[in-house]
């Protein structure tokens, strides 16, 4: 059974800092296309970077240069270090998988498996 469990939301001030942890079970990492999707209240969700099996990255216009994806398959873990965060960065955010998924359309929630339960990140001014 495939299981993804997100980590290391929280609320930070403008211009902060978190990094968020996706850990994964019953797969192997090195396997999958990894992606970070958000879901702001009231708006659908959005991929925010994506991590090729062949370590390609990704990233939606508006995070590039501020985040950065990550995995470590040994650990089986995905991360996203976000820096400089704005307040149109609060959102749920979510970590999901593929298996030999499309890179063109690795911002599509289609193209995705499996899903965490996400995790919280509210940035303030």
């Known amino acids: 059974q495939v299981q993804l469990v997100e980590s290391g939301g929280g609320s930070v001030q403008t211009g902060g800092s978190l990094r968020l942890s996706c850990t994964a079970s019953?797969?192997?990492?090195?396997?999958?296309?990894m992606g970070w999707f958000r879901q702001a209240p009231g708006k659908e969700r959005e991929g925010v970077a994506a991590?090729?099996?062949?370590?390609?990255?990704r990233y939606a216009e508006s995070v590039k240069g501020r985040f950065t994806i990550s995995r470590d398959t040994g650990k089986n873990t995905m991360s996203l270090q976000m820096m400089d965060l704005r307040p149109e960065d609060t959102a749920m955010y979510y970590c999901?998988?593929?298996?030999?998924?499309?890179?063109?359309?690795?911002?599509?929630?289609?193209?995705?498996?499996?899903w965490g339960q996400g995790t919280q990140v509210t940035v303030s001014t």
């Open positions: 999901a998988v593929v298996r030999n998924g499309n890179p063109g359309q690795w911002y599509e929630e289609y193209e995705y498996n499996y």
């Open positions: 019953g797969l192997s990492f090195e396997q999958y296309d």
């Open positions: 991590s090729a099996f062949d370590g390609a990255a």
